[in-house]
């Protein structure tokens, strides 16, 4: 087996944008919930209202890259009011319904083709890129080193999402040491008691569901940067992914949706390039080589139901949180 | 042992001929026809009912008898089937629970609300009222709330002391005992300096040397001008430390008055002891040490 081309076939996941992208959404979920406990199962729904109005309000608007930036965070506001005031004041599992059947919507109304001449409905949008990429201030040319080899474009794409992502985890951060902080994660453990020491349970719960959600409308972004839209994308299995990314770094950490996302890909790119060559290699009689390849995603089930049961902390997290919650 | 060295008994609360529902000199809360049902169960049903501002009530009663119910109403944690009610002058119906804690009207929960995850610290600095940071934008600009923190922190950290809890600051809640929980939660609702502190069985489970540091903390918290109403089954401590009692039975308030007199009277006798007629309440529901009060 070629083991070097397996090797760097896997690590240019470190700073892919998808990487990236996961990490931004994923740290939307722990806002949701690590922080303040919101079941959000529809985080998918939050990064198509992100990558859809970044290339919906350019291509059909003539806005600048900037400007269809800030429209898909102002979608995605739109989006959490409306999952949010029905439901914030209800028991948490009714949002977790409600969330994962609106973005589902969200999702089929990108796709159907009602809306065609603004989504092109099931092929999806590209060719969207002149302005993010005229704004690059690295001149042309080929930088890096082994894998890690990209022209101005490919790194102009990681480069910003970098930093989204910096600034976001940098907010978090802020946030969470604050007292709001303390007042949503207050509401975590007991929103009766919060309430009962005069604070707008509410109002926080939203703000909190309306931070996540803009987080993942970054992702989204992100998501959309390097290539094109396709509704494909944004699919339930995606926000499934990101509550593993989310449980393997542990939900109410800073850098957790990080580490989560990197080893996320690292292990799937792996598994994508190792089990097919065991396959043609013969290590694995049973399976075919397109057989194998799906194989990984059953793995990476395997590998959630197993943290979820043994690390339910995730790898960052803290070993009291397991003692407790295990009560 | 004597508790009340400092301060006395409050008399002379009620206007008229002492029953059910007799109006209060200075009532802080005044409340009117408050029903609530559960199913064809009648959980409260109260016609009249005042709280004496300044002073410590005792809401007594059997097992089910609707205090805890009544607690929910009060504070707009339940809403009612019909009543209005009113705290410090101002009509609470249909207010949210949140605001009337702002307006000063803190309560506990009879089944402990720690929050398990957060430091003991932290859950008494959630109890602080009027945070700066707790405003999302605020948050952001540490030096716009830092200060204010750390004044609410030393003011989190006496209270700790007096409930002997100032070694545990940093411990997670989750990591206390039943009887520290209960204590963190009375300690937390001080810390938004309320006008009225509803606490429900604030002592059960609190070992009983405790109980005494916790009841003259109680008394002096009335001299500083707050008003109290608890939920109490222990005989004793309702004797020992409260200005008013009410009884409550079926979810209506059967007798109110003083507590030597409210003690003494036959109906409450019949509610809470059914057959044994004539003991002294206290004997038959309280610990074994009877606390001698200081006659005043
Ligand atoms: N949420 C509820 N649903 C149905 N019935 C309820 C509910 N809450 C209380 N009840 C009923 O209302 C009655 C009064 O209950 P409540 O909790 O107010 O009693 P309590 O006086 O606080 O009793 P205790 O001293 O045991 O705490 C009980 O008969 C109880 O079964
Ligand atoms: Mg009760």
Known sequence: MDWGAIFSNTVVWIISPETIAYALATVGLAVHFGYAGLLNFGQAGFMALGAYGYAISILSFGFPWWAGILVGMAASVVFALILGIPTLRLRADYLAIATIAAAEVVRLLFQTTVFDAFTNSADGLGGY??????????????????????????????????????????????????????????????????????????????????????????????????????PGAYVPSLTFFLWTVLLLGGAATIFGPVVGSVLFWIIMSFLANVLPRMADAGWLPFMTNAQASIARYILVGIALMLIVVFRPQGILGNKKELTFNAR | MPADTNTTRSTGLHVGEIRPGVPKVDPIIVADNITRSFGGLKAVDVEHLEIPRN??????????????????????????????????????????????????????????????????????????????????????????????????????????????????????????????????????????????????????????????????????????????????????????????????????????????????????????????????????????????????
């Open chain 2, 55 to 296: 002073a410590i009530t005792a809401l007594i009663g059997p097992n089910g008898a609707g205090k805890t119910t009544l607690f929910n109403l009060l504070t707009g944690f339940d809403k009612p089937d019909t009543g209005s009610w009113s705290f410090d002058g101002k009509a609470l119906a249909g207010v949210p629970a949140f605001k009337t804690s702002r307006m000063g009207q803190v309560r506990t929960f009879q089944l402990t609300k720690a929050l398990a995850m957060l430091t003991v610290l932290e859950n008494m600095k959630l109890g602080a009222k009027g945070q700066a940071g707790e405003n999302f934008w605020v948050s952001l600009l540490p030096w716009l709330w830092r200060k204010q923190d750390d004044e609410i922190e030393q003011k989190a950290l006496k209270l700790l002391e007096r409930f002997k809890l100032d070694a545990k600051q940093d411990d997670f809640a989750a990591e206390l005992s039943g009887g520290q929980r209960k204590l963190l939660e009375m300690a937390r609702a001080l810390m938004s300096d309320p006008t009225l502190v509803m606490l429900d069985e604030p002592m059960a489970g609190v070992n009983p040397a405790l109980t005494q540091s916790l009841l003259d903390h109680i008394l002096g918290l009335k001299a500083e001008g707050m008003t109290v109403l608890f939920v109490e089954h222990d005989m004793h401590m309702v004797r020992h430390i409260s200005d008013w009692v009410i009884v409550m039975a079926e979810g209506r308030v059967v007798a109110e008055g003083p507590p030597d007199v409210v003690m003494k009277n036959p109906a409450v006798i019949d509610a809470y002891l059914g057959s044994h007629l004539d003991s002294d309440i206290g004997v038959v529901t309280g610990r074994v040490g009877v606390v001698k009060e200081k006659k005043k």
């Open chain 1, 129 to 230: 890129h002149e302005g993010f990429r005229a704004a690059n201030p690295i001149p042309k040319g080929v930088y890096g080193f082994g894998p890690f080899t990209y022209n101005e474009t490919d790194w102009w794409v990681r480069i910003f999402g970098i930093l989204l992502l910096a600034v976001v985890i940098l907010l978090t951060w802020l946030l969470m040491r604050s007292p709001w902080g303390r007042v949503v994660k207050g509401i975590r453990e007991d929103e009766d008691a919060v309430r009962a020491l005069g604070k707008n349970v509410f109002s926080y719960k939203m703000q909190a569901l309306i931070l996540g959600g803009v987080f993942g409308s970054l992702g989204g972004v992100v998501f959309a940067l390097p290539s094109a839209v396709v």
